[in-house]
């Protein structure tokens, strides 16, 4: 069992910078890669960024490259996500999750472990 904890949401000017971290249980956090998937009203959750067990190896949805950074620190059992550059596109629910096999990142169904979630708003 692995407990998530999303914290760093907000409201933020359009441009602006927010960073959101994800807090995890569990010594096997080393283990397990990590994915950012957010949420906005009336759409499906969809990925954001992923980041393999060691670091070495991000992904990123095509709307968010070059804006967001994902990294971890494994000694903290924490995930980041740095998000630069914000649009008003960017708001939504934003959801921390643990995934046991380090293949297929970007769908939902496969991750093992959820966070509650942080909202993001960004104002025009």
């Known amino acids: 069992q692995v407990q998530l904890v999303e914290s760093g949401g907000g409201l933020v000017q359009a441009g602006g910078s927010l960073r959101l971290s994800c807090a995890a249980s569990?010594?096997?956090?080393?283990?397990?890669?990590m994915g950012w998937f957010r949420q906005a009203p009336g759409k499906e959750r969809e990925f954001v960024a992923a980041?393999?067990?060691?670091?070495?190896?991000?992904y990123y949805t095509d709307s968010v490259k070059g804006r967001f950074t994902i990294s971890r620190d494994n000694a903290n059992y924490t995930v980041y996500l740095q998000m630069n550059s914000l649009k008003p596109e960017d708001t939504a629910v934003y959801y921390c999750?643990?995934?046991?096999?380090?293949?297929?990142?970007?769908?939902?169904?496969?991750?093992?472990?959820w966070g509650q979630g942080t909202q993001v708003t960004v104002s025009s």
């Open positions: 980041i393999n067990w060691s670091g070495r190896h991000t």
């Open positions: 569990g010594r096997t956090f080393s283990t397990y890669a």
């Open positions: 999750a643990v995934k046991s096999s380090s293949t297929n990142y970007v769908p939902v169904n496969g991750y093992d472990y």
